[in-house]
């Protein structure tokens, strides 16, 4: 039967009068008992026409249903609902397909007429309003499948094919995102697919969909075909319905999350970036950042670079005004990561911050979990549809609070990761139960750390910041920018066209090692290289306990091995670099044996042989020579590491104290 037999006036009529004398029922002064037999009156007044329509539009669904072949439910309407006034009769009518049989939990294709619209929607059940009776426990059930239907619904509008039918449905039929379909509000519509996937996932979308409204007198104008409509707009929407319905079914289900991780794999494997493309992409980096006026030391964005790929932490320490903030920023910015699309986060630590609550979030006194600024970059960046897209997360000062207070756990987990069907996962940052108690949906898996994101912290050392334990330094690179040449100028030549951002994928910057064995039978020799260099550095720190362990030479071994890799720089730049940034900030102090430490290793960095007792008494020749306003350094093996050491002899000789960061 044909649903064009219901475009009629007498039928919106009738819903209309029904509306009328329900509201006039409710609204009288007459006794509750009075109430109830005016609207049991009611009810048998109408009962025979609802009827009618209702077996009109059950009769369309099912023919609609059979043409297709599908295995849904049809939606049967009722012509009235227990209410606080009786049994009243519906004043809209509501019918169509359903994924699952409890409908009011499910996914629906629905065509709802009211006094004067109709409304033809794709959208969720409505929850709980038609669960009254059933025990908690069961409702709880239900409520979690629909949420897990939702979060499907949500994975399935990020693909391109299936956000090009919806954005379609937008442009070209006249359909509108809305938080609810049913009694439509004006402004109730959601600007747009990203906006709504936003609002779904922070509050679950029952009676949320993709819905057409048409007017009374569109739907009663000459020529006008409802039952057209309904099948044409399902043809359109149809491979969504597919992956809900498969969605649905757990062997189905399973299958649609192998093929589903198949296909991320192929994406990612597609994606990555060949070794011989990178050397360029880091160049156009360089290139993109001195175009927008700022220019920083020879290798600099090499090492920063080298430095993420490594560990996905890194501390920029120096001055203030050297654009260690920018630097961030720019490099983020160049990869297509910004505020706009919430790929770049800019966090200024705060002087009290003492706890990790500060970073990841805490429980109200409701017991309702609210997230932190650095849990919201870790939801957003594990989506499945951002899981090719680099997250950067600046902590801008990050020490002027102690960071061992606040960072810890983060510390601790990034030391957790491991490879998981091809991916790195940490351990739990936040556990599922604490997610639950949030506005952020149901979860079903704890919240790590994702590998595509990278934490960049900035630090000034003065007489208001606290320094670093060695915890944080082992798990950092910290690059410095204590050398400024204040003649640099920006480029004037308005001829040369600007480098535009390039939306690389996250594993231009993602480690490709965990382990050195990872890693040892391809570069064997070069890690036996950095590893015997690093052995006779440990000899000489060992004289003050300043040794490092096996982090660090790991740390230290996949550096080398990327720029090799890459040829971003030579073997010994590299080197020295990580001398510079991985051993030396971990010295400091004022007695003798400190200052041991320091002159066998700028013998070390020199490279050659000196009576180490007699510079014991008198360093002088060791520091002297290295001048920042020298137009050229002394001639040494590593003469970044070289000149950083001269002037931590210097500190310690002129103020009996040294630091890598009092220099």
Known sequence: ????????????????????????????????????????ELRHQYENTLTEYNGIASSFAN????????????????????????????????????????????FQYSWVFQKDELEVTFCFGSGGSSSGNIEEKKKLEKESNMRT????????????????????????????????????????????????IDRVRKKTGAKSGITRYFKKDELLSDGFNLEEKIYSYFELFRPIWDQMHLSNTDSHYNDLKIAESKTIAFVEEYTSMNDIEIKPAVAAI???IQQRGFTYPELLIENFYLSLKTKPFVILAGISGTGKTKLVKLFAEALG????????????????WSDPSDLLGYKDLSG?????????????????????????????????????????DMLSILETQKWKDGRIITDAAIFKDTLNTSDYGAFVEDLGIPSNVFLIGTVNMDETTHPFSKKVLDRANTLEFNYVKLDEYPSINGDIELVDQAALPYTFLSSDYLQLQDAFA????????????????????????????????????????YNQRFGLMEEQQAFDLQLLQKILPRVQG?????????????????????????????????????KTSSSSSPIAVYPQSARKLAYMLRRLEEDGFTSFWLS
């Open 149 to 196: 239907m939702e979060n499907r619904f949500l994975e399935i509008l990020s693909n391109s094919t299936h956000r090009d039918i919806v954005e379609r449905m937008l442009s070209h039929e006249g359909f509108v995102l809305t938080a609810e379909w049913l009694n439509a509000k004006e402004g109730q519509e959601i600007s747009s697919i990203d906006n709504y």
């Open 337 to 352: 990561a910004t505020d706009s699309n919430h790929q770049f986060t800019f966090i200024p630590v705060r002087p009290d």
């Open 286 to 288: 360089q290139t993109y």
């Open 590 to 626: 004022s007695s003798s044996s400190v200052k041991r430490v320091l002159v066998e290793l700028m013998l070390f960095c020199l490279g050659r042989q000196g009576k180490v007792e007699d510079l014991m008494n008198d360093p002088s020749e060791l520091y002297k020579p290295w």
């Open 522 to 561: 391809e570069y064997a020799d070069l890690i036996k290289r950095t590893t015997d260099k690093l052995v006779k550095i440990n000899t000489i720190l060992e004289e003050n306990h300043s040794h490092i362990g096996f982090r660090v030479r790991d740390a230290v071994s996949f550096y080398m091995i």
């Open 63 to 106: 023919s609609f249903m059979e043409h297709y072949k599908l295995t849904d439910h049809v939606i049967t309407a009722r012509i009235g609902s227990p209410t606080h006034y009786g049994n009243q009769p519906k004043d809209y009518l509501w019918s169509g397909i359903s994924i699952d049989k409890d409908k009011s939990f499910s």
């Open 368 to 408: 309702t979990f609210r997230a932190g600024k650095l849990t919201e970059v870790l939801l957003e960046a594990s989506r499945t549809e951002n899981r090719n897209k680099p997250y950067f997360v600046c902590l801008d000062e990050m020490n002027l609070a102690r960071v061992e207070h606040y960072f810890s």
């Open 1 to 40: 039967m044909s649903i064009n037999k219901l475009l009629k006036e007498e039928m919106f009529e009738t819903y209309k009068l029904i509306s009328l004398s329900i509201n006039e029922i409710q609204r009288s002064e007459k006794p509750l008992e009075d109430k109830k037999s005016l609207m049991k």
